[in-house]
């Protein structure tokens, strides 16, 4: 356990990355005392918590096309593409239940970011556990337009990554000085400015919540700044970023499993190269 926070970037399927670099932690029985993770980072992060090596890959890889986990059909009922609530179900044969007893009794502090409507910024849940975790995890991965708000202890919650998409930040308040931030896009990727039918888009969907309206507008500005600053950190030898090397062609929804497990098997590698200085750096 190190005195150490771990941040974990959102991307939908692109959590693959994710997957691949948290199941290379756990085979050096690598943790942190504080995790925080955003839409899909949450969920590996869940994952990770709860010690279950592969499990992410496992149901992201051989579940991906099960209409009860994924369908785009759910968003026109105004539910989630992806059923969060597939993944803490049991299924019987073949498939691996969520160690809810390991996930609430580890020693890491575990962290989940969402939007808040009302606020138009990011709220954070600490260590939430049984149904409230799940709810909380639906807030955090919550796409607006196609996904209802969640509720949750602090009210109605979308997507974690409009207001805090990389919450560093969080952990450098809470006083940590020894970071790691897990991407799921290259270093050198920057979002384009929110366009006009968007921007219009999110004022008449979300009329009653101004606040939202203005966050969901400039998350292009504030990905980017962060992406900034983190470079900035990394250079200057404050956070340990563990990023693709490459662009990453897996879309958001990626139905080519192939490619899933190719994306896993990257973060995997690469992290496994890693480790002699992600010690040193958590380390010294």
């Known amino acids: 356990m190190y005195k150490a926070a771990l941040v974990l970037e959102g991307g939908a399927l692109r959590g693959e990355y994710t997957a691949g670099v948290l199941d290379a932690f756990l085979d050096e029985d690598i943790h942190f005392d504080t995790v925080i993770g955003v839409s899909a980072g949450a969920l590996c992060g869940t994952n990770y918590i709860s010690e279950q090596r592969g499990r992410t890959n496992m149901i992201n890889t051989q579940y991906r ?3 009860n986990y994924i369908s785009v059909r759910r968003a026109f009922r105004r539910q989630d593409i992806i059923n969060l609530d597939y993944l803490f179900e049991s299924h019987g ?3 691996e239940d969520f160690d809810a007893t390991t996930y609430r009794r580890s020693a890491s502090k575990f962290v989940i970011v969402a939007t808040s409507l009302e606020l138009g ?3 954070y849940f600490e260590h939430p556990v049984a149904r409230e975790m799940v709810q909380t995890l639906k807030a955090s991965s919550s796409m607006p337009f196609i996904s209802a708000p969640a509720k949750t202890s602090q009210g109605l919650c979308l997507d974690g990554g409009i207001a805090d998409s990389i919450p560093f930040e969080y952990a450098q308040l809470a006083g940590f000085d020894k970071i790691v931030v ?4 290259e270093r050198e990727y920057r979002k384009r400015r929110t366009q006009s039918p968007l921007r219009y888009a999110y004022e008449h969907a979300f009329a009653q919540y101004p606040e939202f309206v203005k966050a969901a507008a400039a998350r292009p500005e504030m990905y980017n700044r962060q992406a900034d600053k983190l470079d ?3 250079e200057a030898g ?3 970023v563990i990023a693709p090397a490459e ?4 879309g958001r929804l990626e139905g080519n499993t192939d490619k899933l497990e190719a994306l896993y098997e990257t973060g995997l590698e690469q992290t496994q190269a890693l480790i002699p200085d992600l010690r040193s750096y958590l380390t010294k």
């Open 65 to 67: 096309h099960d209409k």
């Open 238 to 240: 404050q956070v340990f």
């Open 121 to 123: 910024r990011a709220v």
């Open 232 to 234: 900035d950190l990394e």
């Open 93 to 95: 044969d073949g498939w």
């Open 182 to 185: 897990i991407r799921t896009r």
């Open 247 to 250: 662009p990453v062609t897996v």
